[in-house]
């Protein structure tokens, strides 16, 4: 369940289940509120499974088993993938090496959580390894808008607000102690992730919201919105069993590490220079379901991932999967299936809608 479920009531505050864990959905009129985050600075909660990698062999344990390379200096992070056998998302991760602190905190889906953890201890054998879930032990705050450098600046203590993509600093807010990561652009908004513990984080959420540049809190509802205006897939709508070169994720792979689970299909993908399909950005006639059907003509080609209606665009806006030759040939009128209905369709480039920030996840293929 979400740390502060009781902040979050206060609010106003509706909740949904995502992975298995109680958020906040939104705390009414959720176009306003992200309106805020466009314009200013907003915060949420957000919703991680969280893990805690500790003894002299983490990193390497780690790296080993992920298609990005764990960093080795303290303050440092990256975002990698568990792939199967076959090359598809298994999950998506964020791993960071608090070396000052002898661990890694892996950051990942709540759904995903407790089987990654029994599979890698079954995986430790003579390494020196352990590896405990923090889940309930940690609150994780997210703070995104053009404004999020200046609102951190203004309540962060000990420390200058970190510039860098995926590294972090400690400080403190509010007397209790927190890790700030600069966020890579998911909403493409300058953004901030504040890490402390979970019997801080009432005032630390407090503190956020209130003190210094003044912050709109939001919900799980706006966070999908927004990310999706900025063109960034996420796990359980777009990454989840998916090959991550159809995807165009390449912030998540390094082609020069060594073997992980899953490389030798991603690495055959890369050497051959096409994926299958690719992840494109429509702007249909009205807003269809997740998994509708795309149709270039009379074939289908493909299937809707995620859409709403943009509160930015004040009008549709969807992300899909479709065959590579379709994506790359836009001589074929598109529609997607809606209400039964075929409906107009146009591609659009992502991201739909530029910020402060550029989302590290938007889609790159090499041709």
Sequence with gaps: MTVIEDVHADHGATFIEVGGRRVAADYGRPERTHAAVRRVVGVTERAYGILTITGDDR????????????????????YALLLDPQGRVETDMY???????????????????DAVAEDWRGKTFIQDVDIDVATDDLA????????ATEKIASVLNGAPSPDRARSFVRGTMADAGVTVIRDDGLTAEEGYEVVCAADEAADVFDTLENRGQAAAPFG????????????????????????????????????????YVGQEVVSRIENRGRTGDRLVGLQPAAVPER?????????????????????????????????????????????V????????????????????????RLPEYLD
């Design 59 to 78: 990193v390497d344990f780690v790296d080993n088993a992920v298609s990005n390379h764990v960093p080795d200096a303290d303050g440092e992070g990256c």
């Design 95 to 113: 791993v960071y090496n608090a070396a000052t602190g002898d661990r890694l905190l892996v950051f990942l889906p709540p759904s995903e959580t």
């Design 140 to 147: 994780v705050f997210g703070v995104y808008g053009p404004q």
């Design 291 to 335: 998994g509708a059907a795309v149709f270039a003509g009379d074939s289908a080609v493909g299937e809707v991932t995620r859409a709403t209606t943009s509160p930015s665009l004040e009008s549709p806006i969807a992300l899909a999967t479709v065959d590579t030759g379709v994506a790359m040939d836009d001589s074929d009128a598109l529609t």
């Design 220 to 259: 799980y509802r706006t966070w999908e919105s927004l990310t999706l205006e900025a063109g960034t897939p996420l796990f359980d709508t777009e990454l989840a069993d998916r090959i991550p070169n159809d995807l165009g994720i390449r912030t998540a792979l390094d082609f020069e590490k060594g073997c």
């Design 337 to 360: 299936r809606v209400d039964g209905e075929e409906r107009a369709a146009e591609r659009a480039a992502l991201p739909f809608v530029d910020g402060s920030d550029r989302s590290a």
